[in-house]
């Protein structure tokens, strides 16, 4: 891996590779969260998406603590001590390293991203605990089997493993090939494993979300797509889903009682192979 360039004025480290003159979604993503891995770019483009879609900003939040929750079930009551990490996105608080070896310190993870921004931090996501492991492959979601064979240098694909697909199977437009990807890949981790999806829907503010959606695809950015919820119990086709089901972040088994939670836009579920 190449070594960390030095920080840009916004906390993003130069890489030739980065357009910094095109919105990205991590580093969009990154200013919602209050990080500071982006440019001004990213804040314009993202500030007029929340002017479609003000809640979107709350989506990011409740995304980033259901990836806690989920993380910390499957490494504490569902005994997962490996983790496929794919669309990994910019480094924040809570990555799922850190969330997993917080319950089993010998959790072993590989992140996946296929971005020049997410590369330059990876350094950040391959800090261990002795007893664990991590590693960072350069890799396309549009390419499981690239995915897998990098993977395997860390992970034993003969115990089960945590796949975690949170905001990135929505720049995969074709449902179709969405299902296709998952099923490969489930199809290379045994019984016990475990999927965890998050996307944006139509579920929730649906034309504003379509506007918005409209608009980020006008930028020259990665074309993405929103899902119903229909589509994304689709994904889950052959695992058994897990309570609640693909419900809305914030749902998934709150931390706070149930009455307390908000809608969002995003959805998600977990599902476990049988």
């Not at 972040?249 to 049988?274: I, S």
Request: hydrophobic share 40%.
């Amino acid at each position: 891996m190449s070594d960390l360039s030095t920080p840009g004025t916004q906390g993003t480290m130069r890489n030739p590779k980065l357009k910094t003159n095109v919105s990205h979604s991590a580093r969009i993503w990154n200013y919602w969260l209050g990080g500071r891995d982006n440019y001004q770019i990213d804040q314009q483009v993202g500030d007029h998406i929340l002017s479609f879609v003000p809640e979107l900003s709350r989506s990011a939040v409740a995304d980033r603590q259901f990836l806690a929750r989920s993380v910390r079930f499957l490494a504490g009551e569902a005994g997962i001590q490996q983790f496929l990490d794919i669309g990994t996105g910019l480094p924040i608080v809570d990555n799922t390293h850190e969330v997993a070896q917080r319950v089993d310190p010998g959790c072993r993870i590989v992140y996946v991203d296929n971005d020049p921004i997410v590369l330059s931090h990876a350094r950040a996501l391959l800090t261990s605990t002795p007893e664990g492991a991590t590693d960072y492959i350069d890799a396309d979601v549009h390419a499981p089997e690239s995915i897998l064979q990098g993977a395997a240098r860390t992970l034993d694909f003969s115990r089960p493993v945590g796949i975690t697909m949170l905001g990135i199977l929505n720049f995969v437009m074709d449902n179709d090939e969405a299902r296709s990807i998952v099923r490969r890949l489930m199809d290379a981790v045994p019984s016990g494993s475990h999927l965890v999806v998050s996307h944006p829907t139509t579920e929730v503010d649906g034309l504003a979300m379509a506007q918005a959606v409209h608009y980020w695809n006008a930028q020259g950015s990665a074309p993405m797509t929103l899902r119903t919820r229909e589509e994304l119990l689709g994904l889950f086709d052959g695992l058994d889903l897990l309570e609640p089901g693909v419900v809305s972040c914030p749902r998934w088994r709150p931390d706070c009682p149930q009455e307390e939670t908000v809608e969002v836009t995003h959805f998600c579920g977990v599902a476990r192979k049988p």
